[in-house]
């Protein structure tokens, strides 16, 4: 199969398919025509020929002239083959395929068609739509291709762009065909080095572009003749040059290449190259160009490989990082943003965290040089560095160089170095000049520098406090951990929780910080804890000389500008959170550091002196010129919800430290009035009010998305020393907040808000069990009260559908009842809560349903495991227990089908751990239900997908875990001169249940009720025996036990899980030994109906009879009287197994009774 392909591509816009298809032409002229008439062979010119171009088309029309008019039809080039060249004729009529592909079949061709598998010897000629030639394989004559057909293999396995092989697929030889493809299918995407390619860089360079604009491509084909032949050359023969071929052959000893080019890798092939077609190594070159613009589109080009191609990135991790970081501190502005749009979308997500690692600190050193670089623009830039930084791996940032990272923030902070206008009216402000939106930005990035620190500190010191349950490893100072991560400079607070202690402070020091700049008592240098101290000191102290900068905008007399009033809240966030790293406690304890002042306790006068004057803001009369007052206001609003914070923590700070050392009495002073301003806020927004009108201005009502952060202020203020609120201010304060607070609880549970009752139940559950160890000191005991009346309310409304409220609420409710015993102020309330707290247990049958309905579970049912034993355990601590509780609480304990069977095994032990709580009766038939187990799979109300066997083995799971622990209970009754009486209480009520089971043919459930029989009837014994007590004085358990006992030794399986040892070990006793002949006969009696139970009477009777302990007994009459029976019986109902447990039944009792006589 022989084709020539012509390539155009770039259609212009105003032009249709066809328009391009069908675009007249310009010459009509055969470059090349290759022909065969019978017997003649036409030479068609070739590239090795040396005629003119003249020659070459007076040869091809001779050709075209010596064909027959078929054969014409089937070879002739016609006018296509040049750019632009288009014969008249009728109209074209085209062919869409569903692939995209439209093409034009111009001549059919004769012969078999082409398919995938076959080798296409064809010509080509590229051109665009505009008709701009590109190449051509027979235009030789101009100096493009070299007049050679190319050869590619059709189908899946040949390296054809798509839409030429399925042009292709399907042509006859001689054949000619016309297509426009999409670009999905030529040159785009995946297929870009795809064949046919033409041979110059250039020419590759138009189509890449192509491409790249997404432009279709037309390609224009005809088949060869099938019998056309290559030309073969002589062995040696030299093969003659074209004349316009060049020569390129480099004549040189030694090619001398730069640095940059050695590693340089070439963009043909599959190498990964950007949508410019340069490769990365090309990249990372310019990436160093002295023209800005090239730089720029080289940091591009890295961002789109790392994109596409995450593993080119990964290969070559620690040149990328180097270029980009370079780039953060670049002197064009354009640089730096394309840097850090690599860094943030490309480089990071590529790298990963754990790729990340290695360079965290090469990162952090050139975020730190944009921060102190010399330039005002690099500067500005900075802290949008390292916003990029903390945006790819934050847990790294914060653990390599904090201490100098917060230093170069705090020196941005006071250089202002912008050439901003200031206020120029404070005469304390202690920080340059900047103009409010770089000043902004700069705040901004140091708000998340300083969140991502704290929170790093928190995990360290929860991993260090919870390491005795995590898994134990070696830890080596300056490896990296399993993420990636490296603990070299993570600080000395981390690497000594992790390791055993040294024998001395200093040594920990020492050890810790090894290989860095040594930190001692007293010591802010290096990057350790002390020196992160430091630098949050002295962010504190810049950041309030901002805010008091920023806060002249308040009383300006053009209006409040909304940018300086963000600079205020940044100001307020960025103190707080600096606060937290300069004033914490543990740091200072480990290091020695304990007696450097609190930086709250040195600011508190000054809070109380200035800050307050501001706080809470008001809506201002006016704003700058056109600015949105509402945006103002709103403004505002987040500034007063910040201020707040700052005020609560500090006031914390203080609190915390006037506990331990004696305070000036300035900071004393002016405690209560910060703590009172806090409050009062707090509490006028739960109110409604988060701005204030003022005189003339317009208030801001509180929006409910903002109730989440007020019930978290009023938490933390309520969290506060209780002596903070000694003071009348702070007193009057507190007691206004609790009765805010309980309007919203009250109103949340009355409007089943749930989002509201959520952010309640976080404060609840956060104040109230501190407040129940301190004696309710802070919140009245009748607020707390009315707080907790509403909690079995919630329980029900949050039902099963919200576990962790849920398990807050009954965790809260067990810290409460635990510390009010009966008679405590809050003891009527619990008992309250208790009779609605039942409901949660109850089974019950569907709404609207007749009587007898089926049941179906409550909420405990579905709740979690771990939230069944809470609400289990729940019941070990309120005062009182009313019959529904427990008759709710046994019934839920016994569905096999829906719960876990250590849930009675966990409400055994709430109840002897509460026994006064419930009457004493309730108690004993709480046992005993227990005790009793559960009915057959029969007679079961099963409701899950469980299957028969399932809810079986569960059931006799069941009975197994819990019978020892309820007959525990039942024994724990009796004392030491009534050891029976614990089985006596309950004895009356499995028999009556045994009774009925039996009789209604429950035979699985009247077995489980034996089982517990005979199970408290051994722990009575065993008790009976410690003490002494050899006799059985109770006449009902005396009559009831021989039944009993004989059932459960014919019906109990071992493979079902039941213990049938417990009930030898019970004969064992000495106290049960006068019972074994009634036993022993009541089993020969319900043995003689069947042949197994008389299976199971013959192994017990041979059992018993070799026993020791019978000698003792006196009960050889009965026992003797018992084997004949159920000799008798075997050998009435026969069997061959069965006779041969006789015989050996009948040995056992030749053995027995002659040794006895």
Request: proline share 5%; charged share 25%; net charge neutral.
């Amino acid at each position: 199969m022989r084709a020539v392909v012509t390539v155009d591509s770039s259609l212009r816009p105003s032009s249709s398919a066809n328009d391009v298809l069908r675009r007249p032409a310009r010459r009509s002229v055969a470059l090349r025509t290759r022909a065969r008439v019978e017997g003649t062979t036409e030479k068609t010119p070739t590239a090795q020929s040396a005629h003119s171009r003249r020659d070459v088309f007076k040869a091809a029309l001779v050709a075209s002239s010596l064909a027959s008019a078929p054969a014409r039809a089937v070879v002739d080039a016609g006018d296509w083959s040049s750019p632009g060249l288009r014969s008249d004729g009728p109209p074209a009529k085209y062919e869409r395929r569903p692939s995209g592909l439209v093409f034009e079949e111009v001549n059919e061709g004769a012969g078999e068609e082409a398919r995938a598998g076959d080798v296409a010897v064809f010509e080509y000629v590229v051109r665009r739509a505009n008709g701009y030639f590109i190449y051509a394989t027979i235009d030789c004559g101009i100096g493009c291709g070299k007049g050679d057909p190319v050869e590619f293999e059709l189908g899946p396995n040949g390296r054809l762009i798509p839409g030429l092989d399925e042009l292709l697929t399907g042509m006859k030889p001689g054949g000619k065909r016309r297509a426009l493809i999409k670009p999905e299918i030529a040159y785009g995407g995946a297929y870009k080095s795809y064949e046919p390619q033409p041979p110059e860089y250039g020419q590759k360079r138009q189509l890449e572009r192509l491409s790249a604009s997404n432009e279709p491509v037309i390609f224009e084909t005809i088949g060869g003749e099938s019998d056309f032949k290559k030309r073969r050359l002589k062995v040696g023969k030299k093969v003659r040059k074209h004349a316009s071929e060049t020569d390129a052959t480099i004549r040189a000893k030694s090619l001398r290449l730069t640095t940059q080019n050695v590693r340089t890798v070439d963009a043909g092939g599959d190498a990964v190259v950007s949508s410019r077609g340069t490769p990365l190594n090309e990249l990372l070159n310019q990436s160093e160009h002295y023209a800005s613009r090239t730089r720029a589109e080289a940091l591009r080009g890295i961002s789109e490989i790392a994109k596409k191609a995450p593993r080119a990135i990964r290969e070559r991790a620690s040149d990328v990082i180097e270029r980009v970081g370079e780039r953060l501190a670049d002197l064009d502005a354009e640089c730096r943003k394309e840097a850090r749009e690599c860094l943030r979308g490309g480089v990071a997500p590529a790298l990963g965290e754990r790729g990340l690692a290695p360079f965290a600190r090469t990162l952090i050193l050139y975020a730190g040089t944009a921060l102190t670089h010399v330039q005002d623009g690099v500067r500005r830039d900075a802290p949008a560095a390292l916003d990029a930084l903390l945006g790819a791996a934050p847990t790294l940032v914060v653990a390599h160089a904090p201490a100098s990272t917060l230093g170069h923030l705090g020196e941005l902070l006071r250089r202002g170095d912008d050439g901003g206008v200031g206020s120029g009216t404070s005469t304390r402000r202690g920080v340059g000049s900047q103009k409010p939106k770089a000043r902004l930005a700069l705040l901004r990035s140091c708000r998340t520098f300083l969140e991502i620190l704290v929170d790093s500190n928190r995990a360290s010191s929860s991993s260090a406090e919870s390491s005795a349950d995590s898994t134990t490893s070696t830890f080596v100072w300056g490896e990296s951990t399993v993420h990636g991560s490296a603990t070299r400079s993570i600080g000395p607070l981390h690497a000594e929780r992790a390791r055993r202690a040294p024998a001395s402070m200093f040594a920990a020091q020492a050890s810790a910080t090894a290989g860095e700049t040594m930190e001692t008592p007293g010591d802010v240098s290096g990057e350790g804890p002390l020196a992160v101290r430091a630098n949050a000191r002295r962010i504190v102290d810049l950041t309030m000389c901002v805010w008091d900068d920023a806060s002249q905008t308040l009383s300006d007399e053009r209006g409040v500008d909304i940018e300086r009033v963000r600079v205020m809240t940044e100001s307020m966030a960025c103190a707080r959170l600096a606060l937290k790293l300069a004033d914490d406690t543990s740091t200072a304890i480990e290091f020695g550091d304990s007696d450097r002042a609190s930086a709250a306790v040195d600011i508190m006068p000054e809070i109380a002196r200035r800050t307050l004057c501001a706080f809470p803001s008001i809506a201002p009369v006016s704003v700058v010129e056109k600015q949105d007052p509402a945006r103002v206001n709103d403004a505002l609003v987040i500034l007063n919800f910040e201020t707040c914070r700052f005020l609560v923590a500090a006031s914390m700070t203080v609190a915390n430290v006037a506990l331990v050392r004696h305070l000036a009495p300035g900071t004393m002073e002016a405690l209560p009035h910060v703590l009172a301003r806090a409050l009062q806020y707090v509490t006028h927004a739960l109110h409604g009010v988060v701005l204030d009108g003022g005189a003339v201005g317009e208030g801001v009502q509180t929006p409910e998305e903002a109730y989440e952060d007020v019930m978290i202020l009023a938490r933390d203020a309520l969290g506060l020393p209780t002596w903070c609120f000694s003071a009348s201010t702070t007193g009057t304060a507190c007691a206004e907040l609790v009765s805010a607070v309980t309007t919203t609880w009250d109103a949340a549970v009355a409007n089943e808000d749930a989002e509201r009752i959520v952010q309640c139940v976080s404060l609840l559950t956060a104040t109230l069990p501190e407040e129940a160890r301190q004696g309710y000191t802070r919140i009245p005991i009748e607020a707390v009260a009315g707080w907790v009346r509403h909690i079995p309310r919630v329980l029900w409304f949050f039902k099963h559908e919200n576990p962790t409220e849920t398990e807050s609420l009954l965790s809260l409710l067990h810290d409460i009842a635990a510390r009010n015993p009966p008679g405590s102020p809050l003891a009527d309330v619990l008992s309250m809560c208790e009779t609605e707290i039942a409901v949660l247990f109850f089974m019950m049958p569907p709404a609207g349903s007749p009587e007898g309905a089926k049941s179906r579970p409550g909420p405990f049912a579905r709740l979690p495991f771990p939230l069944q034993c809470s609400a289990v355990r729940l019941l070990g601590v309120l005062p009182t227990l009313t019959a529904p509780t427990v008759r709710a609480l046994a019934k839920i304990c016994l569905d096999v089908d829906r719960v876990n069977e250590e849930l009675s095994v966990i409400a055994v032990e709430a109840l002897q751990t509460n026994p006064i709580a419930a009457p004493f009766e309730l108690v004993v038939s709480f046992y005993a239900t227990l005790l009793v187990g559960a009915s057959g799979v029969k007679f079961l109300e099963k409701s899950s997908k469980r299957s028969v066997e399932e809810v079986e083995q569960k059931s006799w799971l069941v009975s197994r875990r819990v019978s020892p622990v309820a007959a525990a209970a039942l024994v724990s009754l009796s004392d030491a001169d009534a050891p029976w009486t614990g089985a006596s209480l309950a004895c009356a009520t499995l028999r009556a249940v045994w009774t009925n089971r039996v009789e209604k043919g429950d035979i699985d459930g009247a077995t489980r009720t034996a089982g517990g029989f005979v199970s408290l009837f051994a722990s009575s014994a065993e008790l009976a025996d410690s003490v002494g007590f050899n006799a059985l004085d109770d006449d009902d358990l005396a009559s009831s036990a021989p039944d009993m006992f004989a059932w459960f030794i014919l019906h109990g399986k071992s493979d079902h899980g039941v213990n049938v040892d417990v009930a030898w070990r019970a004969l064992q006793l000495t106290s049960t030994r006068a019972l074994l002949g009634s036993i022993a006969n009541a089993v020969a009696s319900m043995s003689s109906s069947s042949a197994s139970l008389c299976d199971n009477a013959t192994s017990f009777m041979t059992r018993l009879l070799r026993s020791d302990f019978i000698r003792t007994s006196g009960c050889e009459k009965g026992l003797r009287d018992a084997a004949r029976s159920i000799q008798a019986s075997s050998s009435a109902l026969g069997g061959a197994g069965l006779a041969q447990k006789v015989r050996e039944l009948d040995a056992a009792v030749q053995v027995a009774f002659d040794a006895a006589a």
